[in-house]
């Protein structure tokens, strides 16, 4: 079975672009999240989607959004991008949604790596 | 304010050494999971543990979760190169509370 695959790998841009990044999640699984990876903040979550539904939101600024499409894969935007957003940006899918008590197993992507100058 | 505190931060020691990584909370976790991370990659899962004093082996490393499950360790016996890497914990609180990272122990492995 593949593994949760994104693109694009690495990603060069100024600052206040734009930049759009694509999650493609394993086979059958329903919830994509997006975290941000930085030296000094650790890995940091930034949302969750489930059934084209954003379940959970971290505390970042309304220029980082997500969507997800019928078929599960995920797309990330950030606007108007900052020298701060240099980031790797990595998505992580899991298999369903989660009940009370229960726990989310969630799978990796290699991530995109962003960089703003 | 981080949920989930990693010590050491940084570790280096020698092959065939053992080695134990510490992840600690105030919170009660309904779950904690570990991760390896490499360079240029995502986080690999290793184990998940869900029952308060719940030990997990996996090969050479051995995995612990706090009796009242707001702590962790992550001990490795003979330590290899293959070893290092950016070991990270990650709790989750239940229901749909999203998946909270510690702060990362990043492992060296001297042959």
């Known amino acids: 079975k593949a593994g949760v695959t994104q693109t694009p790998r690495y990603l060069i841009k100024t600052r206040g672009q734009q930049v759009t990044l694509s999650c493609s999640p394993i086979s059958g699984h329903r919830s994509v999240s997006w975290y941000q990876q930085t030296p000094g903040q650790g890995l940091q979550f930034l949302f969750e989607y489930f059934s084209e539904t954003q379940r959970n939101k971290g505390n970042f600024p309304g220029r980082f959004s997500g969507r997800q499409f019928s078929n599960s894969r995920s797309e990330m935007n950030v606007s108007t991008l900052e020298l701060g957003d240099s980031a790797l940006y990595l998505c992580?899918?899991?298999?369903?949604?989660?009940?009370?008590?229960?726990?989310?197993?969630?799978?990796f992507g290699p991530g995109t790596r962003l960089t703003v100058l | 304010t981080q949920l989930l505190e990693q010590s050491p931060q940084f570790l280096s020691i020698q092959e065939g050494e053992n080695l134990t990584v510490y992840c600690n909370s105030s919170?009660?976790?309904?779950?904690l999971q570990w991760y390896r991370q490499e360079p240029g990659e995502g986080p690999v899962l290793l184990v998940t543990v869900v029952t308060g004093g719940e030990v997990k082996k996996l090969k050479r490393l051995t995995f612990q979760f706090g009796d009242a499950r707001k702590d962790s360790s992550l001990h490795i016996t003979a330590a290899q190169p293959g070893d290092t890497g950016l070991y990270l914990c990650?709790?989750?609180?239940?229901?749909?509370?999203?998946?909270?990272f510690g702060t990362g122990t990043r492992l060296t492995i001297i042959p």
């Open positions: 992580a899918s899991s298999l369903q949604g989660r009940r009370f008590g229960s726990y989310n197993e969630q799978f």
């Open positions: 990650a709790g989750a609180r239940g229901g749909n509370e999203k998946l909270t």
């Open positions: 919170s009660v976790f309904s779950s």
